[in-house]
């Protein structure tokens, strides 16, 4: 019996783990993604055309037509439509201090769990 309440505790220890590296991994999405969308809302205020941003995020999908094994399709989805975004004409002719100050308003879709 205390043999099998040692590998009962093994078992829970592991589910554990996973779950906190799920946990982190989840995080490190949501990260991004609040990158992302602040970079859009920045880019609205813009007044970015829906065809410059129609182009942005199909060059997006065309570089991640094929996942790279080993990473995570959705993060690496995210992170390069965060690199597209980010070298978006609009947002390198901004001045620098509107660029600081749009990023450091609160964003109302963030989600607390």
Do not use: W
């Not at 993604?33 to 609205?44: A, G, K």
């Amino acid at each position: 019996e205390l043999q099998q309440k040692v590998e009962e505790t093994e078992l829970l220890k592991m589910e554990l783990q996973m779950l906190e590296t799920e946990r982190v991994r989840l995080s490190l999405v949501e990260e991004k993604l609040m990158d992302v969308l602040q970079l859009l809302q920045q880019l609205r205020d813009l007044n970015i055309s829906k065809r410059a941003l129609g182009k942005i995020l199909l060059s997006t999908l065309e570089s991640c037509r094929d996942p790279q094994p080993g990473k995570a399709h959705l993060f690496e989805v995210l992170d390069t439509l965060y690199h597209e975004l980010t070298a978006c004409e609009l947002l390198q002719s901004q001045p620098l201090e509107k660029a600081q100050s749009c990023q450091s308003l609160s964003n109302p879709l963030v989600i607390s769990c």
